[in-house]
């Protein structure tokens, strides 16, 4: 079993919620912030890195994850292995519609991070409780790797 590790990217405040009532219902998460985001995901072999992002309307990717991503994508830490599951935040009205979570799951996966579980994509204009869609999601597809 594992540690799973949150790291958030938030522009409206509902990543940040929906991130908070995740570790506050089980004390196997726990918040990660930049710059330790690659070094407390690699200390433990097992860990997870759980990454919770909204979009920009341009379809950027929100500060602190926009810096890991460009680590990412320019430095290729070694993470080969690592296993990581991803919610991403949008709204279907714009065409940049969970690009900041496309954009993540693709720069890990280019350099050899592992999907544990299908990505959860919350659509603001369908999930009117995201933090309960969230919930749900992390109980059914992530909760049997947390010890």
Known sequence: MAKVLVAV????GT???IANDLINANEH???????EIISR???DEDSILLLVTSTTGAG???IPLNRFHQLLTTEFPRIAGKRFALIALGDSSYSTFAEAGNAL????EDIGAQVVCPRLTLDATEHFE???EAMSWFNQELAQYVS
């Open 15 to 17: 990543a940040r919620d």
């Open 105 to 108: 799951e693709l720069a890990l």
């Open 130 to 132: 995201p933090n309960e």
């Open 9 to 12: 990217a938030s522009v409206t």
């Open 29 to 35: 998460l726990s918040e990660v912030e930049e710059p």
């Open 41 to 43: 995901w690699c200390e």
């Open 60 to 62: 950027d990717i929100p």
